[in-house]
């Protein structure tokens, strides 16, 4: 089974808002990571947050990490069509494995 | 440009026969996962290997699939026999051992009718 879960499963926005994914896991991790899906398209890593971090930033990405609640958020700021994507977070276990969550489905509305 | 190949990009096959879904990691990458995607199940770890030994194929059905790697530039995943249950995109990823990011190939659509 998969260890990730996220919410939520959709997200409808408009154009310039904020969008933000949350993410759960179950195990100890290495690290954190967020990858973006375009549809019928292989994935492609966004950011990764390390055990011992707490947030990261990259562009309009903000990424939190809370290792006591096991859990993390992706925040995309000022969104944009192009943003439309689905959106999962993977953990990288301390065997070795990256396991990713469902998925969060954005939609971004011009 | 270095990515991650997979071939081929669609296959339908009938119920029954082997299919064979091959992957080209980047070159120096240690590390090669296999998942499978579905709607209902999401991404499923199948296997991967550090090094090209495999360290877990916990997640694939041990009866029909195998997962090979004969050599660094090539992974391979085999079903044999093809059930129109393991329809899906069958991703390769590859990377460095350590937790780094993955890098993700096309997948390869499989229809099993």
């Known amino acids: 089974s998969q260890q990730g879960e996220e919410d939520p499963q959709a997200l409808s926005i408009q154009e310039g808002e904020n969008a933000t994914m949350n993410c759960s896991y179950k195990t100890s991790i290495n690290n954190l990571q967020w990858y973006r899906q375009n549809s019928g398209r292989g994935l492609v890593h966004l950011i990764l947050?390390?055990?011992?971090?707490r947030e990261k930033h990259s562009g309009r990405l903000r990424v939190t990490l809370d290792t006591s609640k096991k859990s993390s958020s992706l925040l995309i700021t000022a969104s944009r069509a192009a943003d439309t994507a689905s959106y999962f977070c993977?953990?990288?276990?301390?065997?070795?494995?990256?396991?990713f969550g469902q998925g969060t489905e954005l939609s971004v509305k011009p | 440009d270095a990515r991650v190949t997979q071939t081929p990009r669609h296959k339908v096959t009938e119920m029954g026969q082997e299919v064979t879904m091959r992957c080209q990691p980047i070159?120096?990458?240690?590390?090669v996962f296999w998942y499978r995607q579905t709607m209902m199940q999401g991404l499923e770890l199948l296997a991967y290997f550090r090094n090209r030994a495999p360290l877990d194929d916990s997640g694939m059905p041990k009866d029909r699939f195998s997962a090979e790697m004969p050599d660094a530039t090539l992974a391979t995943l085999k079903i044999q026999p093809s059930e129109p249950r393991d329809s899906a995109v069958y991703f390769c990823?590859?990377?460095?051992?350590?937790?780094?990011?993955?890098?993700f190939g096309q997948g390869t659509r499989l229809t099993v009718v």
């Open positions: 947050i390390r055990s011992n971090e």
């Open positions: 993977a953990i990288y276990n301390q065997g070795g494995k990256l396991i």
């Open positions: 070159l120096g990458h240690n590390t």
């Open positions: 990823a590859s990377g460095f051992s350590g937790g780094t990011e993955a890098f």
